[in-house]
């Protein structure tokens, strides 16, 4: 259990924070045993309440910079993949 906890964004929930998916994706900043995390986790909706799946990630500050790094650096090879047809 995080020590502290702070969400600072989501994904997949609407303006009035109706879900537009069935697993809305939470962002939030998180400190455990004196370290802190970013942690990127699916939730489900269990009576009007918000519960975390095991689906996610929680990475510490140098691993948010990698992946910071590589989704810069990669952006347009990132764009033309979504770009691209399905068949």
């Known amino acids: 259990m995080a020590d502290e906890s ?3 964004g989501s994904m997949g ?4 924070g109706n ?9 939030n900043l998180s400190k455990f045993k004196n370290t802190r995390y970013l ?14 799946t095991t689906k996610g990630i929680t990475l510490s500050e140098s691993q948010i910079g990698e992946l910071i790094t590589i989704l810069q650096s990669n952006k347009d090879r990132i764009d033309e993949w979504f770009s691209r047809e399905t068949k």
Do not use: A, G, H, N
């Open 39 to 52: 942690d990127i986790r699916k939730f489900y909706q269990k009576e009007e309440e918000w519960k975390p």
């Open 19 to 27: 879900p537009t998916v069935r697993e809305p994706v939470f962002i």
């Open 13 to 16: 929930l609407d303006e009035s």
């Open 6 to 8: 702070e969400q600072i």
